[in-house]
């Protein structure tokens, strides 16, 4: 990748970085309000059909084509088409969810690769989406950051599949939800049959950060949900997997609490529309009117226009240790990686900076133990002397090295330094 990229995602990330169901909608399919749900996208493609048909996971249900504009809002070439299908959410409820898949301008030969990439949405909006980013869409600063990586799959050949990972809801942060919308894109894109892909597509899964939350649980959940699909490479960096200890973090460190407390605030906010339970019940009146304010926002941000929560969690609940009430006690382990059941089955490639200020490089350490112990064919790059925001530029030409060995000639590039296991 070159400089001026670089240069552009840092600069792009480093702006980003900067009732109690009041506006509640009802989910059709559980039959419960969903806590500070976003205002529904004015977009008719976007309305799901009621109920949402007992179809297996993946069946196309409305496809369209689009204008392919990534960056700046600026078209290019590429065919490019919106796909909703059937999914599930956290719960195993049927959802109808939405991805963007892109072909390239000249196939690669042969067997062309899928890449799947999960952008780092981090928001609670509709608007903020990568499906409305990739239509032209500049609401969301850090999928204009994002935007240039993959446009290097396409390059060089490769189909890119973008799922909105958060579904219908929003839902930020809420891995399970994220993983299966991952792998039910993937499984909506080969049954698409203008992009010309096959049940033995060689598949690879890309993210970073909020990303690698949808890519980690994509990558994850595979032998379970989705064991068909031939995924072979994965690369998740500055992966949140203790999203409790995220926030702790982001409550605790002083420097993270002012640069990142709003943004992992929405995070909660997202995690509780999947599971109302988190603190739906515990906010107090500052709590009720900082959600309200953040359901239509981008990043951390309101959508109102007014300013960004800060302070510490306890100032938003009627609880002294929010961390310790009964709903985060529940919700915490539904949203930790690693989970028991399952471990990535692909080749992957972890990679996090030890100097992260926003997702401690702690929380990756123990999901990498975990999937080594599990027998995860993983590479792990900890990189030192770096942080989060840079890390996601430094660490790209890595990454998409990973991914192309892989995907293009079945060997590994690794930067120095990776340690390994089960390869």
């Known amino acids: 990748m070159c400089d001026r990229r670089r240069v552009r995602a840092v600069a792009w990330l480093i702006v980003a970085a900067l009732g109690a169901a009041c506006g509640g909608s009802?989910?059709?399919?559980?039959?419960?309000?969903?806590?500070?749900?976003?205002?529904?996208?004015?977009?008719?493609?976007?309305?799901?059909?009621?109920?949402?048909?007992?179809?297996?996971?993946?069946?196309?249900?409305?496809?369209?084509?689009?204008?392919?504009?990534?960056?700046?809002?600026?078209?290019?070439?590429?065919?490019?088409?919106?796909?909703?299908?059937?999914?599930h959410d956290a719960k195993g409820h049927r959802i109808a969810a939405v991805a963007t898949v892109v072909k390239p301008l000249a196939p690669a030969a042969g067997n062309t690769p899928l890449l799947s990439y999960?952008?780092?949405?981090?928001?609670?909006?509709?608007?903020?989406?990568?499906?409305?980013?990739?239509?032209?869409g500049t609401a969301n600063v850090i999928s204009q950051a994002e935007a240039a990586f993959p446009l290097d799959a396409l390059d060089a050949g490769w189909t890119v599949v973008?799922?909105?990972?958060?579904?219908?809801?929003?839902?930020?942060?809420?891995?399970?939800?994220?993983?299966?919308?991952?792998?039910?894109?993937?499984r909506a894109a080969l049954a698409f049959p203008d992009l010309g892909l096959s049940s033995t597509t060689r598949i690879g899964l890309q993210g970073y950060s909020g990303g690698a939350i949808a890519t980690a649980w994509a990558a994850s959940l595979q032998r379970s949900y989705a064991p068909e699909l031939n995924i072979v490479a994965v690369v998740s960096g500055g992966t949140p997997a203790d999203l409790v200890g995220v926030?702790?973090?982001?409550?605790?460190?002083?420097?993270?609490?002012?640069?990142?407390?709003?943004?992992v605030a929405s995070a909660v906010e997202g995690i509780n529309r999947a599971y109302p339970e988190l603190v739906t019940s515990i906010l107090n009146e500052h709590g009720n009117t900082g959600f309200e304010a953040m359901k239509d926002g981008c990043v951390g941000l309101t959508g109102d226009?007014?300013?960004?929560?800060?302070?510490?969690?306890?100032?938003?609940?009627?609880?002294?240790?929010?961390?310790?009430?009964?709903?985060a006690r529940i919700v915490a382990p539904q949203i930790t990686l690693p989970f028991e059941q399952d471990a990535p089955i692909a080749d992957t490639f972890v990679y996090h900076a030890t100097g992260d200020a926003l997702i401690p490089v702690e929380g990756a350490?123990?999901?990498?133990?975990?999937?080594?112990?599990?027998?995860t064919p993983l590479a792990y790059h900890r990189v030192n002397g770096s942080g989060h925001v840079d890390l996601a530029a430094t660490g790209a030409p890595a990454a998409q090295a990973f991914m192309a060995g892989r995907l293009e000639q079945n060997v590994d590039v690794l930067p120095d330094g990776s340690t390994t296991c089960n390869r």
């Open 365 to 375: 350490d123990a999901m990498v133990r975990a999937w080594c112990d599990a027998g």
């Open 247 to 263: 926030a702790r973090n982001a409550d605790t460190k002083p420097i993270t609490n002012t640069l990142f407390f709003s943004l």
């Open 118 to 136: 999960q952008y780092a949405e981090d928001s609670l909006a509709s608007r903020c989406a990568p499906s409305r980013s990739l239509m032209g």
């Open 26 to 87: 009802r989910d059709a399919e559980r039959g419960e309000p969903v806590p500070f749900a976003p205002t529904p996208d004015p977009d008719a493609f976007y309305l799901a059909p009621q109920p949402v048909p007992d179809e297996p996971a993946g069946t196309i249900l409305k496809t369209r084509p689009i204008t392919f504009a990534p960056v700046l809002g600026k078209p290019r070439d590429n065919p490019a088409w919106e796909l909703q299908f059937v999914s």
């Open 162 to 186: 973008y799922p909105d990972h958060e579904g219908p809801y929003g839902a930020f942060a809420v891995g399970r939800l994220a993983g299966q919308i991952t792998l039910d894109a993937i």
């Open 305 to 327: 226009g007014s300013p960004r929560p800060t302070g510490h969690f306890a100032d938003f609940t009627t609880v002294p240790d929010p961390f310790d009430a009964e709903g």
